[in-house]
């Protein structure tokens, strides 16, 4: 891979430590700014909430830029918001900050999607996006535990400055190393509005937002069904979460190879299968401590094959104006995260159990094959229609 593409997945691995570490650090930082935990959650939502209305908003307002300029400016508002969340004085301040951090999540994804895949030939496209989004997965990987083990030995502004200084260095290897012809392409938002209504496009984003649901009603609770229902002590929770860590990072590339080999519509279709069946058998085979690791894995491995598979089905609907239809996939996946995370908690308000999260997320992963078999439908429909010939 191109070292350019190697330092976006730097970026997407800052980008990954913000999204996730807060979960681990928000017991040291509840305490520090005297709030109690539920209030301390909205770091959480803010991070989320930036997530889902930056994508379309950065990258609608960037639309006439160069994409490595995009880049770079995305990465340095992403340095900025850590910047301020280590110093934030208040909790107040603190919310604002994963705000302004969550604002470019998306946005970069999106682009970077689009640079990484134009640094690369047509058949390794998939493959470069998926080596991209990896630093996420590494994150999640050895990154979270990592910088929650920091923040309890230093303190959790700690973290938040080392994530700054990660960011400044993916700024910096941004300049050596991206092309500053790379993408010259600059549709007008028009286009890139009208890129986003297309059906292929919708389907892709309505199957992100069902069938990533599965994910994260598995893994919003992954704690508590390890501890309560599996049986482990609490000081497992990090080593099954590597494993998780470690499912999501092998998915990711292997869903890469995957599109780049086959029709990315049917990878996706057969990924979310997957996902259905893992976590159809999660419902029993958590309560064995030798099959809940393997579980684990699976469901990170089968959650995450699907990305690149959507990012590549994205990048050839919407055509010649995709950066907005691309940075929409990190929108859909956070509304995909708070659907999860809402269907996992109402089956278990309705006293069903916690082993009802996984199988509230095998319902979701199937309903989300429903767009994924409709874009194949349609993408076979537009194939078989007639070409009108002029006399």
């Known amino acids: 891979m191109p070292i350019a593409i190697v ?6 691995f800052a980008i990954g430590l913000t999204e996730f570490a807060v979960m681990g650090l928000l017991p040291r930082i509840v305490g520090d700014l005297s709030v109690s935990l539920p209030v301390g959650g909205n770091l959480v939502t803010a991070y ?3 997530v889902v209305v930056g994508a379309p908003l950065l990258t609608a307002a960037a639309v006439r830029l160069r994409r490595r300029t995009a880049l770079l400016l995305f990465m340095g508002l992403f340095a900025a918001g850590n910047a301020l969340a280590a110093v934030a004085p208040t909790f107040g301040l603190l919310v604002v900050a994963r705000f302004l951090s969550g604002l ?11 640079v990484a895949a134009s640094l690369v030939p047509p058949g390794r496209r998939a493959s470069a996006v998926a080596s991209m989004v990896l ?4 994150a999640n990987l ?8 920091l923040g309890g030995i230093a303190g959790w502004r700690l973290a938040f400055a080392l994530i700054t200084a990660l960011a400044l260095l993916c700024v910096t290897g941004m300049v050596l190393t991206l092309p500053r012809d790379a993408v010259t392409s600059r549709p007008s938002i028009g286009a890139e509005f009208a890129a986003l209504r297309r059906p292929v496009v919708l389907l892709a984003l309505s199957t992100v937002v069902v069938g990533g649901g599965g994910l994260f ?3 919003t609770y992954i704690a508590p069904m390890m501890t309560d229902l599996t049986g482990f002590a609490p000081a497992a929770v990090p080593l099954l979460l590597a494993a998780f860590g470690l499912g ?9 190879r995957l599109a780049d080999r086959f029709d990315p519509r049917r990878v996706v279709v057969a990924m979310l299968a997957v996902q259905t069946v893992v976590l159809v058998v999660a419902v029993p085979a958590l309560r064995s401590p030798v099959l809940a690791p393997v579980v684990v894995f699976a469901v990170g491995a089968a959650g995450l094959a699907i990305v690149p598979a959507v990012q590549s089905v994205v990048l050839d609907a919407a055509g010649e104006a995709p950066a907005l239809a691309s940075a929409s996939i990190q929108s859909a996946f956070n509304l995909a995260n708070a659907i999860g995370a809402a269907a996992g908690g109402l089956v278990l308000t309705a006293g069903l159990g916690l082993a009802a999260p ?4 095998a319902l979701l992963a199937a309903l989300g094959i429903v767009p994924a078999v409709a874009a194949i439908r349609y993408a076979r429909r537009r194939r078989a229609a007639p070409v009108a010939v002029a006399p």
């Open 7 to 12: 330092v976006m997945a730097l970026g997407t």
């Open 48 to 50: 989320a909430v930036g």
């Open 135 to 138: 630093g996420l997965t590494v």
């Open 142 to 149: 050895v990154g979270v535990p990592a910088a929650t083990a």
């Open 358 to 361: 996984p199988a509230a997320g």
């Open 217 to 219: 009603a598995f893994y």
């Open 248 to 256: 999501m990072t092998v998915g990711t590339v292997a869903g890469g």
């Open 104 to 114: 470019p999540h998306g946005a970069f994804f999106g682009v970077g999607a689009l």
